[in-house]
């Protein structure tokens, strides 16, 4: 099946730096990607989507400034926390449509410290 | 609209019991009833899905019942074994949008050896 991929899965960042999210469709092409924030044992909040090649639509009261999404290409999507707080710390993870299903990548566990 | 409502919240079974959990729906429009398994920091993996021309799709242990008229469905897991100790999150969409997926809340899954 279709394969999307994370990484890194776990990065621990000081307060105040800026650190980047990588998500793949490894073998299929990905015209939107989403971005998902999940909070211990609750459900999956969307982010935001990205489309390749234009800007991303956030969700309301997500801040597109600290939030930095980018879709280069088919197959590559990045999400960048940019000045980074402890509020941050959360578990991201990313989706992508191929096959006519939604597969997720592994996440990624980020602790601002 | 978009709402998908899941219940139980969390759930124990013993092992070889069957494990169900439900979801409700409200917009007519989706066509597209995925399942995700999820362990913890781990993204969730697409399990079991089903489209609502058919009113039952069996995996393996794995078997979702459809009730169009309802707008309910709901994951079956027979033989349930400790290994399947997870969060369980149904999903509904629309298969032929780059819509995001809307997600039920998740059920805590525990199998008792």
């Known amino acids: 099946g279709a394969v999307v991929s994370q990484h890194p899965s776990r990065v621990i960042c000081k307060s105040g730096t800026s650190v980047k999210i990588e998500c793949r469709s490894l073998?299929?092409?990905?015209?939107?990607m989403f971005w998902y924030r999940q909070f211990p044992k609750q459900s999956l909040m969307l982010m935001a989507t990205s489309n390749e090649g234009s800007k991303a639509t956030y969700e309301q009261g997500v801040e597109k400034d600290k939030f930095l999404i980018n879709h280069a290409s088919l197959t590559l999507s990045t999400l960048t926390v940019t000045s980074a707080h402890p509020e941050d710390s959360s578990f991201y993870i990313c989706?992508?449509?191929?096959?006519?299903?939604?597969?997720f990548g592994q996440g990624t566990r980020l602790t601002v410290v | 609209q978009q709402q998908v409502k899941q219940s139980p919240q969390s759930l124990i079974v013993q092992k070889g019991g069957i494990s169900i959990i439900n979801c409700a729906y409200e917009?007519?429009?989706?066509?597209?009833f995925p399942w995700y398994q999820q362990f913890p920091g781990k993204g969730p993996a697409l399990l079991i899905a089903?489209?609502?021309?058919?009113s039952e799709k069996k995996e393996g242990r794995f078997t979702i019942s459809f009730n169009k008229s309802a707008k309910q469905f709901s994951l079956h897991i027979m033989d349930s074994q400790p290994g399947d100790s997870a969060t369980y999150f149904c999903a509904a969409g629309m298969s032929g949008s780059a819509r995001q997926l809307t997600f039920g809340s998740g059920t805590q899954l525990t199998v008792l050896p």
């Open positions: 089903i489209r609502p021309d058919v």
């Open positions: 073998d299929f092409q990905a015209t939107t």
């Open positions: 917009n007519t429009a989706f066509d597209y």
């Open positions: 989706s992508a449509k191929g096959q006519g299903k939604a597969f």
